[in-house]
């Protein structure tokens, strides 16, 4: 009788052990203000249990070790951020999940492949330099079946979220998917219309980097479209820019000189599109380049005020239009 009541008075306290261990497990922290914590790769899983007590993050690393002698689970190393109401259970998982802390970059329509490099560098996503190393890689390019030399306009402008170090590769990834997500309903038009995926979205950078103007976009890409059917040089402005960018020549202006780079970006050294985008197009610059205005304009000069453009059908109106606009 007594060895049997001794026998419940062990399960009992084992049960009390399990039950107040349990209780600690589950019992939330306020972490204020938030937490940033690397774990480096090759961390012991007990050296990351004292950091995050040291920390503050969890109340004792002994509750983080029983989780993980039953869990067993591969800790992901990385850049983690701990806030608000988390008990230690919650924090293990954070780190068995890979929950990293995320930075925000937004691409803006018309953003070259060099301002999103310099943004991913800036928000520590990843270094500018090698962003633009897997972007032109002909073998990354081809990966995704595009005939184009770089990545350039098919990195879709949006707001997107990354953890510090994440690999260009997937920086890459996840923005053509995107792109390709939401032009999922215009590119079923391609073939309506005859016109080429790479040949589409150049002519949607050029138009997207010509104006912002909403009425505008679909008459710049009818005078692209019928400048390329006449045989004329297209003469854009940006394409010029783009090619100074690509010699590490841009300094943030138009110069004289950039008019005669050997560059086959450079639409007024070359005839027809330049090799690819010169920039990332939004929608409605890519609904212009696919449905333009059905106009016969061949010119366009840019407004003093920068507020639009006058259109031209023959050279002799433009270079009335030169003269309003104090070009000539």
Known sequence: MRKAFGFLI???LMLGIVGAVTYLIYLPKEIKPPKTLEIR?????????EILEREGVIYSKYLFLIIHSIERAKLEAGEYEFKGRLNTLDVYNY??????????ITV???DDIYT????????????????????????????YGLSVPSMEGFLFPDTYFFSKET???????????????KTENLRKELKKKNLELETWVTVASMVEKETKVPHERPLIAAVIYNRLNRGMKLQIDPTVIYAAKRRGL?????????????????????????????SNPGLPSLEAALRPAKVDYLYFVAKPDMSGHLFARTYLEHLMNLRKVGRR
């Open 95 to 104: 780190l068995k999940e890979g929950k990293y802390k995320l930075y925000r």
């Open 167 to 181: 690999h260009p590769l997937k920086v890459i990834d996840v923005m053509y998917k995107n792109f390709l997500k």
């Open 10 to 12: 062990l399960i009992l």
């Open 116 to 143: 999103i490099a310099r943004e991913l560098e800036k928000n520590r996503i990843c270094k500018a330099k090698d962003f633009l190393r897997y972007a032109t890689s002909e073998e990354v390019v081809h990966s």
């Open 108 to 110: 803006k329509e018309g």
């Open 41 to 49: 790769y090759g961390t012991p899983v007990p050296k990351i249990a």
């Open 250 to 278: 841009w300094k943030g202006k138009l110069l004289k000189k950039f008019y005669n780079l050997d560059d086959p970006y450079n639409t007024y050294f070359y005839y027809g599109l330049p090799p690819g985008p010169i």
